[in-house]
């Protein structure tokens, strides 16, 4: 049997070694307080679930370091052995500084009600973390947040060691330890799998693919990931009955590319949020300019990994069309466009080259998903809509009514796909300038498809 105690296994050898991934990404889960279970049972659920899960996914109860970092060299992330918390979890009462549950309950927990600061207990994307022994880089963190009548629960994930689909692995592992039960041996293997050569590399005869788009200066404080700008996050709510309406215009012949077979809810999305995005600021840019929309995807399937594997697994579909097009295309013209780039990308060789594209470079600083992203004409894009599992139930605690990534330095024109609701809603969280948020309030076509929640 595998020793899971074994940190070396969890090494990734290329996708988990990005400097830009040296932060830690934030879920908030919301819940209305149950009248049969008290604050202080709560926190020692929430204690045992969290301390069971560092115990049997050995990685998660280890720190993220980085060794051998020099000149021109970005080092290796790596997990490594370190006593676990003093506290299992951090405890914060904000029952007279932040708004009742009732109110964000009302008002479908806008990101301008929620307050990062207080919320998390380490910062967020795209604010570098720096480990030490006084302040070790846990891999996984916990704060419960009491406020009037509700309960706030932050899962901090350190990025370097899994995507999105290893952070709600994280947050499933919590719930099943809350409702009672062990942890399946079939999952532990799964969560635990070694990762030292998980996406093979190419071999020297075989040719790498053109992965210049993702090169950009090294970031820096005076070359950050992103430039300061007027934006701010937003929650826009595309329910089950829109996306039905979308995707239908999205697969309308005229416009649609015969060579594509069918077009998914995701593409009808991206296409529909896109074409918008772009369309307010057509009178700022030539109808030429170019923009450039990037789409992150899960390569799990691509080299056999099982959906629960909770390392490090995306690489990044990249669409280019002009201002003019975008403004003037049917919806199905873009969306069929956007399939056609995601099955030309979507293939074992273009995650191994880029695997391989990454672990080739020593400073990997140079190397992030949007390479040389220009907010004011391009956009990145994710999605985790269909995730399954991701309202679980907490045992006591019950089920959660809202999830939310906290809202952190402005990240303009990017747009992540989140399940908005148990029913199959979907509330996309998207940064925007305020120039171009007034413009798309005032579109009526936007408006038609989208609730904007705040």
């Not at 049972?41 to 980085?66: F, S």
């Not at 060299?73 to 918390?85: D, F, K, Q, V």
């Not at 708004?99 to 990101?111: I, N």
């Not at 949020?273 to 929309?293: D, E, I, M, Q, Y």
Request: hydrophobic share 35%.
């Amino acid at each position: 049997m595998a020793d899971y105690r074994d940190l070396d296994r969890y090494e990734d050898q290329a996708l988990g070694q990005l400097p830009m991934l040296q932060v830690y990404s934030h879920i908030l889960y919301f819940f209305p307080m149950p009248h049969d279970f008290s604050r202080d049972q709560i926190i020692r659920e929430l204690e045992a679930a969290i301390t069971k899960v560092r115990q049997e996914v050995p990685w998660m109860g280890a720190r993220v370091v980085n060794v051998g970092k020099t000149n021109g060299n970005s080092g290796t992330y790596r997990p490594a052995a370190c006593p676990l918390p003093e506290q299992a979890i951090d405890i914060a009462d904000y029952a007279d500084e932040i708004p009742p549950y009732a109110t964000f309950q009302a008002r479908k927990a806008p990101l301008s009600m929620i307050d990062t600061e207080r919320l998390t207990p380490v910062s967020c994307f795209p604010k570098k973390f720096e480990d030490s022994d006084e302040h070790p880089a846990h891999v996984v963190r916990l704060q419960v947040s009491f406020i009037r009548g509700g309960v706030i629960i932050d899962f901090a994930f350190q990025h370097n060691m899994g995507d999105a689909s290893g952070h709600f692995g994280f947050v499933k592992l919590v719930a099943t330890a809350m409702r009672g039960e062990e942890f399946p041996a079939s999952f532990l293997e799964k969560a635990n799998i070694d990762r030292r050569n998980i996406i093979p590399l190419l071999k020297p005869d075989e040719p790498m693919l053109d992965h210049s788009h993702h090169k950009r200066p090294p970031v820096t404080d005076s070359i950050p990931l992103v430039p300061t700008a007027d934006a701010r996050y937003h929650v826009f709510r595309f329910t089950v009955a829109s996306m039905a309406r979308l995707k239908d215009l999205a697969s309308r012949p005229q416009g649609f590319d015969p060579d594509v077979p069918f077009v998914s809810t995701d593409d009808a999305l991206c296409a529909f949020c896109w074409k918008h995005f772009v369309s307010v600021r057509l009178g700022r840019f030539p109808a030429g300019t170019t923009s450039r929309l990037g789409r992150q995807i899960d390569g799990r399937k691509l080299v056999g990994l099982p959906p629960d594997y909770m390392g490090e697994a995306a690489h990044t579909m990249s669409a280019w069309m002009t201002f003019g097009e975008l403004s003037q295309a049917p919806l199905s013209t873009i969306a069929s466009y956007l399939r056609k780039r995601l099955n030309e990308t979507n293939n074992p060789y273009h995650l191994r080259s880029f695997a391989t594209f990454i672990a080739r470079e020593p400073d990997k600083s140079t190397i992030t998903y949007a390479g040389r992203f220009d907010p004011t004409v391009d956009i990145g894009s994710s999605s985790i809509r269909t995730m399954p599992g991701v309202f679980p139930e907490f045992g006591k605690l019950g089920r959660p009514e809202f999830i939310r990534r906290p809202p952190s330095v402005p990240f303009p024109s990017t747009l992540v796909l989140y399940p908005g609701t148990p029913e199959g809603d979907c509330d996309g969280i998207a940064c925007l300038t305020d120039t171009d948020f007034e413009a798309l309030s005032a579109n009526p076509e936007w408006n038609e498809y989208v609730e904007h929640i705040g």
